[in-house]
């Protein structure tokens, strides 16, 4: 699909207020609520709009902590990464995993309340994923940018 500057606005707004009325969003985008509906439903059915969620607040659930870990494979067969990456999938207080280019196979984002929580993840959940050959763990001391915002260009 094919994204105007209409579009754009459209996705810029919601990113921010995921749960505005259409007809303010329409107000918003200059379009009438109807026009708006059908751009919003396109943009749902061509995947553009993957999903709507509520973003909670971290520190408020008690998960202070952002922790980085660094993943690197015994091996780097099909095999192995499949098998690692079925597993973190299931690793409940994995936030983020990326497979890397670079030193490290995996950067996996973990969220901990203080170091024994994380500890404790890291006995029961990251030593036993599959294939971990070693693991370099990084405590973040506070973040500077956290978005879920994609940039658009509106003009």
């Known amino acids: 699909m094919k994204l105007d ?6 996705l810029q707004v919601l990113q921010k207020e995921g749960r505005i009325a259409n ?8 379009l009438s609520a109807s026009a708006c509906l059908r751009r919003m439903r396109a943009l749902e059915e061509s995947g553009i709009i993957a999903s709507y969620v509520a973003l909670l607040d971290q520190t408020k659930l008690g998960r202070r902590m952002d922790v980085f870990v660094e993943i690197s494979l015994v091996g780097q067969s099909n095999e192995i990464l499949e098998a690692f990456e079925k597993a973190v999938v299931r690793a409940s207080e994995v936030m ?3 497979l890397m280019a670079g030193d490290a196979d995996y950067m996996l984002r973990v969220t901990a309340a203080d170091p024994l929580d994380f500890e404790r993840i890291h006995r029961e959940q990251l030593a036993r994923l ?5 693991m370099k763990t990084s405590f973040a001391i506070r973040p500077i940018v956290r978005t879920t915002a994609f940039p658009m260009d509106t003009k």
């Open 5 to 10: 500057v209409i579009d754009r606005r459209i």
């Open 23 to 30: 007809a303010d969003l329409a107000d918003k985008v200059g």
């Open 96 to 98: 983020d995993c990326f």
């Open 130 to 134: 599959p294939g971990v050959l070693r």
